[in-house]
């Protein structure tokens, strides 16, 4: 299981890398997602550990619109009872 600074790194949506691309020219397609269920707010748009959505659905919700955007949405899902 990976770590991220303690947390528990769960990815929803699978992205695959073809060729030797660099790991910093993928992060440029993807946007991270974070959900932490003890999260400090409640009304977080889940662009980092401070500002995560305290729910999975929260996440969920917000993922077409970065699809439409042509990047890809990585949800990381932080410890904790869901």
Same mark, same amino acid.
């Given at each position: +299981?990976? /770590?991220?600074? #303690?947390? =528990?790194?769960?990815?929803?949506?699978?992205?695959?890398?073809?060729?030797? *691309? &660099?790991? +910093?020219?993928?992060?440029?397609?993807? !946007?991270?997602? /974070?959900?932490?269920?003890?999260?400090?707010?409640? =009304? *977080?748009?889940?662009?980092? @550990?401070?500002?995560?959505?305290? =729910?999975?659905?929260?996440? $969920?919700?917000?993922?077409?619109?970065? $699809?439409? &955007? /042509?990047? !890809?949405?990585?949800? @990381?899902?932080?410890? #904790?009872?869901?």
């Amino acid at each position: +299981m990976s /770590r991220y600074i #303690g947390r =528990t790194v769960c990815a929803l949506v699978a992205t695959i890398s073809i060729g030797t *691309g &660099s790991a +910093m020219a993928q992060a440029e397609f993807e !946007t991270i997602i /974070r959900v932490d269920i003890n999260s400090p707010t409640t =009304t *977080g748009d889940g662009s980092s @550990w401070s500002q995560a959505f305290d =729910t999975l659905q929260k996440a $969920l919700d917000v993922t077409d619109a970065i $699809l439409i &955007s /042509r990047k !890809t949405p990585v949800i @990381w899902v932080a410890d #904790g009872t869901y």
